[in-house]
């Protein structure tokens, strides 16, 4: 039995009139990826208003591995309904903040005595991990990654590449936040190829310290161990034992950036640890309170404590109701192995993709780990010119037929996986039929777009 229904065209007549309301009443600049409005999720499921029920990818852009509405999350959101709100952690504590801040500390990369702060979005995790590295280290520099996403607030807009829609306008950013190559082997920016580049790209950072900014003025580097936004750009293994390397060698904290990858999405709690990567400080959101808004960072303690007290945190930050969703959520992933479900739910997607790989030129590169797994998309593969054009129509071709997909990359040619981890794999199978059909229209529907034989 199929989980796709469509009774209207969509987007559908209510959609459509919401869409003219959000048009008035909304500003531009806050941004959807398609126009369907939502009535009812559950699961990977989502029901618009006008009843067309659609398989979920995209899991409120990775917020949902746990899926929408999970039983155990909306039951301890109930249990903390009847208790209270909020308080503020600032004037009243409360249990939840502190076992999820000693869950966090147990089971984030690294053996060694960790303290953790929560916060409510993923910027502001960033802006904090940033301020807490400076502090520590009274040093003023930031190295980032070209390519890397880490957020809307000003610092978080300075350490991320991407320059439209992300930056363009909002000029002037921080100063002192300096940016170097990723190891984004497709588009090496030194034209070299792996494992013959011997990771040149992260080697080099030691140049950067003699060309851009001096390593004695480098606090922390901050860096996505698997790129989210930036199109899951996934590095080659030893990457991150340079880098680690040359952090430790100058006395440079190293921030994961762990938004978009953590919480059982690469088939580890955690990304660094497919890479065996002990950061100093970790950055956590979206999954980690199955849709509620809830951030983190977690990091060696005596890095933590280094601010006085108020120096960190705000009014909301570890709101009681979203600590209670996310202990839940961290209570679901272990219990129904969801890093286990993403291992088999990226191979299911691998063995489909690489027969596409096959019969399409058009697909440049299938990469990722565990279920975040993403398609690159070049109009040949010889100039792996992007096709960002046939990538928005395959999207929008996706939710026209009932499934949310989103877009990624800084040519925005890719598409990722981000579908909540609970899918069924019957579910999983009918979006990518989906997915098939898009790319079948969009090879169709482009002359260019070349088919093999
Ligand atoms: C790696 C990474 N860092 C930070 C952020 C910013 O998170 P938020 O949108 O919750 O501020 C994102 C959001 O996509 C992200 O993917």
């Not at 939840?96 to 990369?109: Q, W």
């Not at 320059?163 to 588009?187: I, L």
């Not at 890719?414 to 981890?421: A, E, G, H, Q, W």
Request: aromatic share 8%; hydrophobic share 45%.
């Amino acid at each position: 039995m199929s989980t796709i229904r469509i009774i209207t065209p969509i987007p559908g007549p209510r959609s459509r009139e919401l869409m003219r309301r959000r048009n008035a009443a909304v500003v531009r600049g806050a941004f959807h990826a398609t126009p369907v409005f939502v009535n009812h999720a559950e699961d990977a499921v989502i029901e618009d208003v006008d009843g067309n029920r659609l398989i979920d990818f995209a899991g409120g852009i990775g917020c949902l591995n746990v899926g929408h509405r999970n039983p155990r999350v909306l039951e301890a959101i109930r249990r903390q309904l009847d208790r209270f709100l909020h308080t503020s952690f600032n004037v009243l504590a409360y249990e939840s903040y502190i076992a999820l801040a000693e869950r966090l500390n147990a089971i984030t990369p690294g053996k060694f005595p960790k303290k953790t702060v929560l916060v409510n979005s993923g910027a502001e995790a960033v802006e904090n991990a940033i301020k807490i590295a400076r502090a520590y280290t009274r040093r003023p520099a930031i190295l980032a990654f070209e390519d890397a996403f880490h957020g809307r607030t000003y610092m978080a807009m300075a350490a991320t590449s991407k320059t439209h829609p992300y930056k363009a306008g909002f000029e002037p950013f921080p100063a002192d936040v300096y940016r170097v190559p990723y190891a984004y082997c497709y588009r090496c920016s030194y034209s070299l190829q792996y494992p013959g580049c011997e990771v040149h790209c992260a080697r080099h950072i030691e140049d950067a310290f003699k060309r851009v900014v001096a390593a004695e003025s480098v606090a922390a580097v901050i860096v996505e161990p698997v790129m989210g936004e930036g199109g899951f750009i996934t590095p080659p293994p030893e990457f991150f034992s340079i880098l680690s390397a040359i952090c430790r060698k100058h006395g440079i904290l190293l921030i994961a950036d762990e938004v978009q990858s953590g919480f059982a999405r690469t088939g580890a709690l955690f990304a660094c640890e497919r890479f065996g990567l002990e950061p100093d400080l970790v950055t956590m959101a979206k999954s980690l309170s199955g849709g509620l808004p809830l951030a983190a960072v977690t990091g060696r303690a005596e890095i933590k404590d280094v601010s006085g007290p108020g120096g960190l945190g705000g009014t909301f930050g570890g709101n009681p109701v979203a600590c209670e969703a996310a202990l839940a959520v961290l209570d679901v992933i272990e219990s129904q192995n969801l890093c286990a479900r993403a291992n088999h739910l990226g191979e299911l997607f691998r063995k489909r993709a690489a027969e596409w790989q096959k019969r399409w030129e058009f697909i440049g590169e299938v990469r990722g780990l565990g279920a975040m797994q993403a398609l690159e998309f070049v109009r040949s593969r010889g100039t792996r010119e992007p096709a960002d054009e046939e990538t928005k129509q395959i999207a929008q071709y996706c939710y026209e037929h009932g499934l949310i997909i989103l877009t990624a990359g800084t040519y925005g040619n890719v598409i990722r996986l981000l579908m909540p981890l609970v899918i069924t794999d019957a579910q999983l199978n009918e979006g990518l039929d989906v997915l098939e059909a898009a790319i079948t229209a969009a090879c169709e529907k482009k002359g260019t777009v070349a088919q093999f034989a």
